[in-house]
């Protein structure tokens, strides 16, 4: 088992991390920025090091910083949490070269499924369906236009090295592809440092749906069943679900044999997430993987009993799946998380500041993750996340009714939150009934005026 373990990351997940690795019996190390001084994740691990200013780029995102604290530590682990390092093929490089274990998957896996052309390549020579689309990279706007034809409108361009809805625009006619074409490759040059664009068949009505895998360094691979992430803002989560209500047995079946050889092939191991839309006649598609794991994933520990971040730990440490899962992994009933923000609940403006009162609700079946207090401040420098809530019933109706009680007991005072904009989510027929896709907020705020 590993000894000690610095987690390069903040806010929930760093303490998500820390309480795994206490139950475990490995020593944490959290690293944190000067705007952080006061975090929980810097009270309740082993030790503690200030990396740098409130800023990511001088901090959380600081390579030389995290891995100088980690020496000064002398940890034998990193775990990245989500975001900000944790898909960053070069870090896990330089982990490597320093001698600390990335709780991650290697470099060049990360670097094959970050480039996202390559890896619906990799996936499709699996057998893992994907979007009909260019086969890489388009040349140029005329190049796109020869593939929109083949393809059929309307398409989507995507950023190569893209992600969280940058260099992405949907295409309907051949007239607007050339200005899309030139808008999108510069917003991925500027975000990304990369241009290159691909094109796929764009779906006008999907569902979200994505599959959460465990692997071993021994070559094993799981599929742990599905997540719904259609509730979604700008292509943000707000609202995710385990199982999905549309993935039949046998598509899951499908979809969990073809993935365990992809995965297999390519030498994955530690945790990931294997993202699909779904169209409305029930066919899926793979668009991309995640590297990492997942803010949504309490929701999947919550119907199969398994505790993923504990599992990726022993994973890292040299264990087989045949050790760390129990002997038949099963759907235990059904879960649902709200992503808590801290931002306006109709203006989307962030909401930064302290918090005067902040009460989280309890009871069977209620898990809230966070790392907020009451008279903690939330900082203007990060992502709006300050908790998830979690519920789990013995069907999705038991589990929307804890869902709005719980959502009735938690109490935030001092900044603004989305509580509110969930529980009008919750209300909404539509929702309650299962009927949504990815575009239900679109229709669901129109509605709300």
């Not at 530590?73 to 320093?98: M, Q, T």
């Not at 005067?356 to 209620?366: D, R």
Request: aromatic residues 6%; charged residues 25%; negative net charge.
């Amino acid at each position: 088992m590993l000894r000690k373990v610095l987690i390069a990351n903040r806010g929930e997940i760093a303490l998500r991390v820390i309480s795994a690795c206490k139950e475990l019996g490995i020593r944490t190390v959290a690293v944190y920025s000067e705007a952080d001084r006061n975090s929980l994740h810097v009270r309740f691990a082993d030790e503690a090091i200030c990396i740098g200013p409130p800023r990511p780029g001088d901090s959380y995102l600081n390579v030389p910083a995290v891995i100088a604290a980690a020496e000064i530590a002398n940890v034998d682990g990193i775990h990245p949490g989500y975001g900000l390092l944790s898909e960053n093929a070069n870090f896990a490089e330089v982990c490597r070269v320093s001698n600390i274990k990335f709780i991650g998957p290697p470099p060049e896996v990360t670097r094959l499924m970050g480039e996202k052309e390559k890896a619906r390549q990799a996936m499709k020579a699996a057998g893992v369906p994907i979007l009909p689309g260019s086969d890489g990279v388009v040349a140029d706007a005329e190049d796109a236009l020869k593939w929109a034809e083949s393809v059929g409108y309307p398409v989507i361009l995507k950023a190569k090295a893209g992600g969280g809805g940058r260099g992405m625009r949907i295409v309907r006619s051949a007239e607007d592809l050339p200005g899309l074409y030139a808008a999108a490759s510069q917003e991925a040059a500027n975000a990304f440092g990369n241009g290159e664009m691909y094109m796929e068949k764009f779906i006008e009505r999907p569902r979200h749906i994505e599959f959460q895998i465990l692997a071993d360094e021994h070559g094993s691979v799981e599929v742990l069943f599905e997540r719904e992430c259609s509730i979604q803002r700008r292509h943000q989560k707000l609202i995710e679900e385990a199982p999905s209500l549309q993935v039949t047995p046998e598509i899951r079946e499908r979809i969990t044999k073809t993935l365990k050889k992809c995965l297999g092939d390519i030498g994955y191991w530690n945790a990931g997430t294997i993202e699909f839309l779904m169209d409305e006649d029930g066919s899926i598609y793979f668009i991309e993987m995640n590297t990492r794991i997942q803010v949504e994933h309490p929701v999947t520990e919550a119907i199969t009993g398994v505790d993923l971040v504990k599992a990726q730990l022993r994973i890292a440490s040299g264990e087989t799946l045949k050790e760390i899962l129990p002997p038949r992994l099963g759907i235990r009933g059904h879960a649902i998380e709200c992503r808590i923000n801290a931002e306006h609940p109709r203006k989307f403006t962030p909401s930064a500041g302290k918090i005067t009162v902040f009460n989280v609700p309890g009871g069977n079946g209620v898990r809230v993750d966070t790392a907020q207090y009451a008279e903690g401040v939330v900082p203007p420098y990060y992502d709006s996340l300050i908790a998830k809530l979690i519920v789990h019933g013995k069907d999705r109706a038991e589990a929307m009714a804890r869902m709005e009680r719980a959502l009735s007991q938690f109490v935030v005072q001092g900044i603004e939150t989305s509580i509110p904009l969930h529980q009008e989510i919750f209300a909404d027929e539509d929702f309650r009934a299962g009927n949504f896709d990815t575009k239900f907020m679109e229709r669901f705020l129109a509605k709300r005026g």
